[in-house]
């Protein structure tokens, strides 16, 4: 079974992960989407926020797992069987951050490959902390997140979906 894993913060998850995701399930046994915890990254949503939300948006396809994790990933890589780690990129300036990162898990494991899979021209300016800013200002996120996650996302900013102005009290 060829299994490649997908991870990522998620916070939340956009059209452009969604593509991404979707693209690399198309070649492999199954894809495992890997929700990392990273309280670095400060996330808006929690860990079992970001995994509903990619399960609704995902379906059930029976060849995408999503799985939170907060060790190495390269240890998650070995724990499901997977041949490798799949990256999605936008510019340049994610390659050099996941270049750095695909070379710590050469170093780790030489047998587990990363892949490095272009975002589709449209996603390529889309972000989870751009999409959270122009939401917390009132713009519209339509067509960038999937219907539920835009709900979720504009709830949890105490934000309207039909306007984007704040809630009344």
Known sequence: MNVAICPGTFDPVTNGHLDVIRRIAKHFTKTIVAVAANPTKCPLFDVEERIAM????????????????????????????SCCIVKGLRAMSDFEFEFQMAQFNRQMDENIETFFVMASPEFTYLSSSGLKEVASYGGSIKGLVPDAVEERLLAKLGKHKTTGTPEKE
Do not use: N, P, R
Not at 65 to 71: K, T
């Open 54 to 81: 990619l399960k609704q948006s995902i379906g059930d396809t029976g060849k995408i797992e999503v799985i939170a994790f907060d060790s190495l990933l390269i240890d998650i890589a070995h724990q499901h069987g």
